[in-house]
């Protein structure tokens, strides 16, 4: 059975400084990692996904995660965050499909972004 | 674009009533999914459909039902609505079920049951 966890259920942040979101996930298959953005009252927006190859996987509004196979983690970065990066962030973890025969999707329990002048 | 949209955005229901969550996709994607967000926690899966009349359930799916008789529409349905139903509702979409592809989520439909 696949789980993931994030550490930190809230992370605090001046502006302009850097911030990293831990996830760590177990799954006795192959994984396919997603981390997701929800801003206040709105739906959930990809931020990046890794299916394979490199390791490092970049993402939209300067986001990056890497992917570390002997850690079991995929840490969420980003080198100077913005007010409007206020949000709550989801990591998930994939066997292969969203839901059915293809495989599942699991999310963490969220991570709380806040960011402050 | 539209996209996945939801309505109602907000609903009150009082315990033992029925009602009926809309989803509709104008993407002609194949897969559509319902999703549960409690407070605290991440996403649920509902139900999911494969295609105009094919659904399964996933891994919440008591108290809930669903009908695909077209492409573009999914709704949910709360039957004899208890508190613990009381939660966020996802609707989402996908061309195919894999990873490969991305999926969209609508914004969302917050529902209180008292």
Known sequence: AQSVTQLDSQVPVF???????????????????????????????????????STLVKGINGFEAEFNKSQTSFHLRKPSVHISDTAEY????????????QGNLIFGKGTKLSVKP | NAG??????????????SMTLQCTQDMNHNYMYWYRQDPGMGLKLIYYSVGAGITDKGEVPNGYNVSRSTTEDFPLRLELAAPSQTSVYFCASSPTGVVADTIYFGEGSWLTVV
């Open chain 1, 90 to 101: 989801f990591c998930a973890v994939s066997d292969g499909g969203y839901g059915g025969s």
């Open chain 1, 15 to 53: 502006e302009e400084a850097p911030v990293e979101l831990r996830c760590n996930y177990s799954s006795s298959v192959s994984v396919y990692l997603f981390w997701y953005v929800q801003y206040p009252n709105q739906g959930l927006q990809l931020l990046l996904k890794y299916l394979s190859g």
């Open chain 2, 4 to 17: 996945v949209t939801q309505t109602p955005k907000f609903r009150i229901l009082k315990i033992g009533q």
